[in-house]
């Protein structure tokens, strides 16, 4: 299916509205990514990154992406260069996710229409990062800031910019980083890793989406 350049950004903006969590499958293989990402969007998770460090990244991106790419958001993560960022579109992934803010990078997923989200440790490079075309910023690594930081970040950075703590994030944290201005999640390793059996992804995806759905509740009042 062709689509304008905009349409990946008004879907991508669309799936953070209605549920901003990522979830980061690092470290899956092609054998187990078909039941794990059936798994994590059936519990409510819209948007799904595939490391590109992960075992045959790409091949675990195009078959995710031919199943649900017309459903869910499906993209890459630790993407470092301008040329994964054409690999990834070319195998089917419709997101960049970076631990880093390389202009040179997000600038190649503008000119192709793709969302992309840096990550990104101050101001100075959120800014920055904004500049070159980011549509969202990864707070990374969220365990180096904390909450309090994150909340001065928010009196400089508007509303509608999305920041999404990724790096250590539990179902219990969520609630203080999201009082401090918190838009989303990147969820990991607490929800995905090695050695995990279908079913605890399973629960483990379900208490994330609740948990969420109880801090924008309350974000709401």
Known sequence: MIRSKDAEVTRFKDALDTCPLVAILR????????????????????ILE????????????????????????IGAGTVMTAADVHRVRDCGGTLIVMPHADAAVIEAARELGMPCIPGVATPTEGFAALRAGANALKVF??????????KAWRSVFSHDIPLLPTGGISEQSMAAWADAGASGFGVGGNL??????????RKSGRSFVEAWQVVAKRMMI
């Not at 470290?27 to 819209?46: H, K, L, N, R, S």
């Not at 690594?141 to 994150?150: D, F, R």
């Open 50 to 73: 595939i490391p590109l460090n992960s075992p045959d990244a790409f091949v675990s991106i195009e078959r995710v992406a031919r199943k649900f790419g017309t459903t869910a958001i």
């Open 141 to 150: 690594p969220a365990e180096a800031i904390s909450p309090a930081v994150l």
């Open 27 to 46: 470290w899956i293989t092609p054998g187990e990514v078909d039941d794990i990402a059936t798994t994590v969007i059936e519990e409510g998770f819209g």
């Open 192 to 201: 995905y890793r090695p050695g995990r059996s279908v079913e605890e992804v």
